[in-house]
DNA sequence: TTAAATGCAAACCGTTTGCAGTGTA
DNA sequence: TACACTGCAAACGGTTTGCATTTAA
């Protein structure tokens, strides 16, 4: 069966090798924002002869494509999710890490004139909220926004990744 | 003279040395918002027994005391601002790099609004507007958002920090 | 057949850190 | 005098790249 990106790849005249099949398909998978290690693992999974240097190559290529955005939620990995929506905007659970996404046409045109408003005219926009579900008090050993996989010396380094909420570093 | 950011650090008992004192006073000065490189460059203007491992320190420790606050406009370089105007956002200028701050109660409440339809509780937010002045032609060696210092092997990554307007990569 | 894609390992860049020496309180 | 701070250089983590090899078209 072919993916969604896959058929993205070959109107762009890519040519589909295994591991840019097995990438294109685990890029397919709807609804989250993997970042490249995540991406790598669980091509992995489907097929081991990958290498992350393939990995990285195909995001950026699929990036310059436009089949594919980067987004930077803090923690100095990048992260990634399909070109497809329109317009939208993302909340993150600092608890969690979940990316939500969501649709403001208010919010839309509030920017567009806040732009007019200092004399610009509007590029893009980033518009991140940081929020934590009220009924659930933060698990004992709180993970933060970047603790998807703990490592050693770099922990720090992420935990100071903006916007950091205060009390929530290790 | 005193700067506000030496004073404060004195309020928080850090010790005062030459070149604490350097990388305050440039901290100080109004309205923009440095990477490390270039405190770095202004400190070591004024006083070159600096090393960059000291700047490095120094902001981090400003940065665990609640003096300063890390920004991340894209680029792969933090920049740093003191803490001390109230919430607000900004907009950058993709042209030159110079971010421009504003303040928006409008946008405050929906914001709230939106993380509460969510199901969440905001802890923070971020709003950042890409933007170009539309009067001004970009200069001709068009000057990305991060062109502030030039660079050779990592030119393609910063024009890649995200959002990058279309059609700007280099 | 050939240009594009890959794997490996080394390079790169921003940032952090271990250690021995320096300077503030 | 004690301990925070500093400089240096090496380490670190994410990402890119040179080169020889493989592979889709």
Redesign the interface.
């Known amino acids: 069966m072919e993916s969604r990106i896959e058929r993205l790849c070959i109107e762009k005249g890519l040519k589909m090798t295994g591991q840019r099949r097995i990438i294109a398909r685990v890029l397919s998978e709807p609804g989250d924002h993997p970042d490249v290690e995540e991406l790598y693992r669980r091509a992995a999974g489907l097929d081991s002869r990958i290498s992350i240097a393939t990995v990285y190559r195909t995001v950026?290529l699929l990036?310059?494509k436009?089949i594919l955005e980067?987004?930077?939620f803090?923690g100095g990995r990048?992260r990634y999710e399909p070109t497809e929506h329109g317009h939208h905007h993302h909340?993150i659970?600092?608890d969690t890490g979940r990316v939500?996404e969501?649709e403001?046409p208010?919010?839309e045109r509030?920017?567009q004139e806040?732009?007019a408003r200092?004399?610009?005219?509007?590029?893009?926009?980033?518009?991140?909220?940081?929020?934590?579900?009220?009924d659930v008090p933060p698990p004992a050993p709180a993970r933060s926004l970047t603790a998807v996989k703990p490592r050693v010396a770099s922990e720090a380094a992420a935990a100071?990744?903006?916007?950091?909420?205060r009390g929530v570093q290790r």
Chains 1, 2 share one sequence.
Request: charged residues 35%.
């Open positions: 950026r990036e310059e436009g980067r987004r930077d803090g990048a909340m659970d600092v939500i969501f403001e208010e919010h509030l920017m806040i732009a200092l004399g610009f005219r509007l590029v893009s926009a980033r518009l991140e909220l940081f929020g934590r579900k009220p100071r990744s903006t916007p950091r909420p």
